[in-house]
């Protein structure tokens, strides 16, 4: 029997029954007695294989989704860490010792303030309890900046080496936190807030924070380091001034020592490109496109991303690492239906373009897909226009002067 427990295909077909086995109804006690019974440990790597694996098979995200919650349980204490050959957790500025190091302070904010101000709130009502456990729901919710910067950086470099399924999965539990956190604070800015119910529903959203730190660490992280090379690594350093940080300020910025090998670069544009109607310089169009009062995104006839413009306005962020990717992928796995819904229209010429309005914050933002053709009518890809129309909407009567 030992000799098949050694076996990595026979590891890899018993942990996929496993996985299996909680979806057809299984407890997280009975799995995790029967994993226990079969072995040791699992590396991030065949975790990893499993869920795409599934994927592969048929199974939806959204199931592996559900499963998600329990495999924290499942998996702790037996995920055995085989690290790539440089371990980046220690080196100051690097993006997994920064990741690292907002984890440390999410959990620390849990555990140390908001768990314990839930309790004493809830043994006893006061409003200066409330106000604490208020701000520090506000505080917690920079874990958006940590999310965005998971999803839109780190994940489109696994993309890039075939890993797929583990960062839809996380995506799609991201947005679960996203909601239940929001619904939290809903209930504590209700006047008619229920203590218990509110409580209940807290200690529920946290779990899974604390479940999504875990699964960080232990799987995403070190997949990443067995898989990305040193030029991926300075990208993902590159672009992540753009999303910030999460409760935690980085005491210095990452420096390589020997420069790495760099792509080739495609060779720039020289001259002017003709259009039906005139010519510009590449420096003119570029510079044109990034002064339009909106965001534009062009994605190709084969799905991927193509371009965008870089205004100083920007609506939503958008890395240069998804440059190239899949735009199903650029999605939450949520609204990857409508995005496929969208793109089909358009190649079968049912559609030519497609608009939605929603509440930003502050800002009420038109997003408009347009179906880019050819002289002929052949499709070549879609454009997405994104723009704050808020300022438009507040127009009355004519304005025939110039501003002074």
């Not at 942990?15 to 079969?38: N, P």
């Not at 440990?41 to 599934?54: F, G, P, R």
């Not at 169009?285 to 990034?290: R, V």
Request: glycine letters at 6%.
């Amino acid at each position: 029997m030992s000799e098949l427990i050694n076996n990595s295909e026979f590891r890899h077909k018993k942990l996929k029954e496993l996985i299996k086995s909680l979806h057809e109804g299984k407890t997280v006690d009975e799995v995790k007695e029967e994993f226990q019974k079969y072995f040791g440990n699992v590396s991030t790597t065949e975790i990893s294989q499993i869920e795409q694996a599934l994927v592969k098979e048929g199974l939806p995200i959204e199931e592996i989704q559900r499963l998600c919650d329990v495999h924290a349980s499942v998996f702790e204490g037996g995920i055995s860490e085989i690290h790539a050959k440089k371990d980046h957790s220690h080196i100051e500025g690097h993006p997994v010792q920064i990741f690292i190091e907002e984890n440390r302070a999410i959990e620390k904010l849990i555990e140390e303030e908001i768990e314990p101000l839930l309790d004493k709130l809830l043994a006893r009502f006061d409003n200066n309890t409330y106000l604490l456990l208020r701000i520090a729901f506000d505080k917690l919710m920079e874990i958006e900046n940590h999310y965005l910067r998971k999803e839109y950086l780190f994940f489109p470099y696994l993309e890039k080496h075939g890993i797929t399924a583990p960062p839809k999965v996380m995506w799609g539990v991201d947005d679960e936190i996203r909601a239940e956190l929001k619904e939290v604070i809903g209930m504590l800015n209700s006047p008619n807030m229920d203590l218990k119910t509110m409580h209940e529903k807290a200690r529920g959203a946290l779990q899974k924070v604390k479940d999504m730190i875990f699964k960080e660490n232990n799987i995403l992280l070190p997949l990443m380091e067995e898989t990305l090379n040193m030029y991926e690594w300075i990208k993902i350093d590159e672009g992540s001034p753009e999303f910030g940080n999460t409760l935690y300020k980085p005491s210095r910025s990452w420096k390589v020592e020997e420069e790495p090998e760099k792509e080739e670069e495609e060779p720039a544009i020289t001259g002017e490109v003709k259009f039906d109607a005139g010519s510009m310089t590449p420096e003119e169009i570029n510079a044109l496109l990034n002064t339009v009062p909106f965001d534009m995104t062009f994605v190709d006839k084969h799905d991927k991303v193509k371009c965008f413009t870089q205004g100083k306005e920007r609506i939503f962020a958008r890395p240069k690492s998804v440059i190239g990717r899949d735009v199903h992928l650029c999605h939450p796995p949520a609204s990857v239906g409508v995005v496929e819904g969208i793109l089909s229209d358009f190649k079968s010429g049912k559609k030519d373009n497609e608009d939605f309005w929603i509440r930003l914050g502050d800002k009420f933002v038109l997003i408009r897909y347009f179906a880019v053709r050819n002289a002929e009518g052949k499709y070549l890809g879609t454009l997405e226009v994104t723009q704050d129309i808020k300022p438009i909407t507040k127009l009355k009567g004519e304005k025939r002067l110039v501003s002074k």
